[in-house]
């Protein structure tokens, strides 16, 4: 294959890859991880009126912004998704998104069932969702406490909102369970290879497998 008939062969549009689950079932872990070993995907940066918590870093972890802000950012529709999380709003920021998906590059997305909701209604044909359950309720409260990043009311508040997180699984492509971290890390990995051959995301296969017929 010539250098210049396997890039049109490649050519596609990129894709969102969403992780949901309840608080501190493992999507930054896995998100971590997954970003650090592909280099065709990028992690899409929420922005937040939550306060930052110990050592997250303001443009990479969140932007964290006032709400006066957020509102503003909604009022110019700069938000692809935006929802009130635990008391606080998140939002995806949109410009990073479209960028990415027409440069084709994979973009990676960490938030809740309202926003992911709003993303099937918005962008179906890009959407790959995937839900992580956690082993137990058990290994649940035990991870938000071993995290040690939120207070005991907090995580009160989060363990109370576990079920209703939970009860939107059925609305998401895959499902994976998050208690060994690497046959967990194996599988959204397995997700991703598969998504990314997926014949519709494919439009660089059209031109290519035209000119391959012609050569018979
Ligand atoms: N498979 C696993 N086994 C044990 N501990 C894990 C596993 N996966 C993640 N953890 C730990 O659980 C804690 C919560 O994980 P993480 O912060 O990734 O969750 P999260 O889903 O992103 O939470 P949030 O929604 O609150 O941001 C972390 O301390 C992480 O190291
Ligand atoms: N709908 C959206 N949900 C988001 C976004 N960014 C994060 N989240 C979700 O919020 C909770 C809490 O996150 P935390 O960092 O405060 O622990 C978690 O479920 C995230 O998935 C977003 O842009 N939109």
Redesign the pocket.
Known sequence: MSPEVETEALTRRGLMLV??????AG??TISRALLKEDDNLVM?V???T?PR?PG?QDGK??YFVEPVDFNLMINRDE?L???K??N?Y???PRGPVEDALSEGQDIL????????Q?LAHKARTDLVSVFILPPSTEALEKRLKTRA??SAEVIDQ?MSKAAE?ISHWSEYDYVVINDDLDRCLAEVKAILTAERVRRTRRTGLIQFVSRLREGY
Request: aromatic residues 12%; glycine residues 8%; charged residues 30%.
């Open positions: 992780l949901s689950s309840p608080s501190g999507k930054t899409s929420s922005a937040t939550r918590r997250e972890d969140y938000l998704e935006h929802a999380v635990f606080h998140y939002g995806t997305f960490d938030i809740d069932w309202q926003g992911t709003q990043l939120d989060r997180e």
